[in-house]
């Protein structure tokens, strides 16, 4: 029932708005912060980094290390 109204509300299930969240989070550790590409990873608790870079390059279309000079934080 929750996944549905929340869906209904957000036009997303629970599972993609925490993705996203994560991912606004990690662009803004990368940004804000001299934190590497693992311990970004580490907070956000993915357990292997290279699990972490590949989920940033799916979403945002790009390394986690080419965002943190070149990019831009997006609206998710």
Aim: charged residues 25%; proline residues 5%.
């Amino acid at each position: 029932h929750l996944s549905r109204v929340f869906k209904a509300q957000l036009g997303v299930s629970p599972y993609q708005y925490l993705g996203r969240q994560k991912m606004m989070l990690a662009c803004h550790l990368l940004k804000d912060t001299a934190l590497s590409v693992k311990e970004v990873a580490e907070r956000l608790g993915f357990d292997e980094p290279s699990h972490f870079t590949r989920t940033f390059k799916r979403v945002l279309r790009q390394h986690p290390r080419q965002f943190r000079q070149h990019g831009t934080i997006p609206v998710l």
